[in-house]
C-alpha cells in the first residue's frame, strides 16, 4: 500500500516507521523543506534521538508525495490541521482514507479533528482517527502499544488496523469516532493538572482521585457530545489518560508540573518548547460544558488557573469542600 504521512513530528515519524515495517511504501511529508532535507540526509528526527529511519521510507518537503496515496495520515499539531488538509485536498480521492492522528480541538470552531479535515478537504473522502496511549518515544524503539482506529465506516478502520497492526503495534477498531477523538483531545487537560499536583508536592492518593473523577466528567461531556460510554473507558480514554498523567514523556504533564512549581503559565509553555495540547483545550472544554450545560468543576478549575490566574492552591481547596455527594448515582455523579 502506498501511504503518506503529513507531518513530521515525534509521532508523525514513529508512526511511518510502524508502516514502514509493516512493507507499505511510505512517505513521510514535512512543511519545512530544510528540516525534510535534514533527516532524509542524517536519517534521524531531533525529536526521536538515538533513533534510525529505515532507509525504505522517504522523506520529502514536496506535497506531490501523495499522487496515488491510498492511506493519508495527518500528523500535524491542531492548529495546523487545518490549512495542512487544505494542502493535501487535491492529491485524495474517494478511495483514499484520510486518518487523523493530532490529539485536539480547533480553537474558536470547537470541532473535533475529524471534522476539521472534513471541512477542509471538502469531504472528498473517508476520514478515521488512530488514538490511544502511545508515546512516540517508546513506538520509535518498537515497545508493545495498542491505539483504536475509529471510523463510522467500518471498512475504513479495518483498513487502518491491517495497515498499522504487527506484533508490537497492536490496533482495535472502533465505530465511535466520536468518542474516541474527543477522549484524545479532553485528556491532554487532566494530564496538565496532573503536573500541577506533582509541582505542588501532592502525591499518588491525589492523582488517583484527579484522574478517576476528572474521566467522570470528560465521560458525561463526551456522551452529551454523541460518544459512547465504553470509549471513554478504553484505550482511547482510560489508557491515554493514563499514560499522560503519569509520564514525563507528556508535554502537558510537564507544562503543569512547572506551573505548580511557581512558573506562570507561558513561562511554563516556553520552557516545555512544544505544543501543550491542554492549554488550548481547556478553554475548548470551558466553551463545549458551558453550552452543553454539563458540570465539569476540574476541567472548570484548570481553565481559572491557566485563563484568569487563580492561585492553584486555592483550587485544591476548593474542590476538596465541595458539597456532599454519591458517587453511584447517576444524577450527583460529579
Not at 139 to 160: E, F, H, K, Q, W
Not at 300 to 316: A, I, M, N, S, T
Request: hydrophobic share 40%.
Amino acid at each position: 500500500m502506498k501511504a503518506v504521512v503529513l507531518g513530521s513530528g515525534g509521532w508523525g515519524t514513529a508512526l511511518s516507521m510502524v508502516l514502514c515495517d509493516n512493507g507499505h511504501e511510505v512517505s513521510l511529508w514535512s512543511h519545512s523543506p530544510e528540516k525534510a532535507e535534514q533527516m532524509a540526509r542524517s536519517r534521524e528526527n531531533p525529536l526521536l534521538k538515538g533513533i534510525r529511519l529505515p532507509e525504505s521510507l522517504r522523506v520529502t518537503g514536496d506535497l506531490a508525495c501523495l499522487e496515488g496515496a491510498e492511506l493519508v495520515i495527518s500528523a500535524p499539531p491542531s492548529f495546523a490541521v487545518r490549512e495542512t488538509g487544505r494542502k493535501a485536498a487535491p492529491y485524495l480521492t474517494p478511495e483514499t482514507v484520510l486518518v487523523t492522528v493530532s490529539k485536539g480541538i480547533e480553537r474558536d470552531t470547537n470541532l473535533r479533528m475529524s471534522q476539521v479535515l472534513a471541512e477542509a478537504t471538502g469531504g472528498v473522502c473517508r476520514v478515521a482517527a488512530l488514538s490511544g496511549p502511545s508515546h512516540a518515544e517508546e513506538v520509535g524503539i518498537r515497545m508493545p502499544t495498542g491505539c483504536v482506529a475509529a471510523c463510522g465506516d467500518r471498512a475504513a478502520s479495518r483498513l487502518v488496523q491491517d495497515a498499522f497492526m504487527n506484533d508490537y503495534f497492536r490496533v482495535y477498531t472502533s465505530y465511535d469516532l466520536i468518542g474516541v477523538e474527543l477522549a484524545g483531545a479532553l485528556k491532554n487537560v487532566v494530564a496538565l493538572s496532573c503536573g500541577i499536583c506533582t509541582g505542588l508536592g501532592l502525591q499518588d492518593n491525589t492523582k488517583a482521585l484527579l484522574m478517576t473523577r476528572a474521566m467522570a466528567e470528560l465521560t458525561r461531556l463526551g456522551e452529551q457530545l454523541g460518544g459512547t460510554r465504553r470509549t471513554f473507558g478504553g484505550l482511547a480514554g482510560m489508557g491515554d489518560l493514563i499514560v499522560t498523567c503519569t509520564s514525563l514523556h507528556s508535554r502537558n504533564n510537564r507544562a503543569g508540573i512547572l506551573i505548580g512549581q511557581g512558573k506562570s503559565v507561558q513561562e511554563a509553555m516556553e520552557e516545555v518548547g512544544a505544543v501543550v495540547e491542554g492549554y488550548y483545550a481547556a478553554e475548548s472544554i470551558h466553551q463545549l460544558s458551558r453550552r452543553e450545560g454539563v458540570e465539569m468543576p476540574i476541567c472548570d478549575c484548570v481553565y481559572e488557573v491557566l485563563y484568569r490566574g487563580k492561585q492553584v492552591r486555592d483550587v485544591v481547596t476548593e474542590l476538596m469542600t465541595r458539597a456532599k455527594k454519591d458517587e453511584l448515582l447517576e444524577t450527583t455523579w460529579l
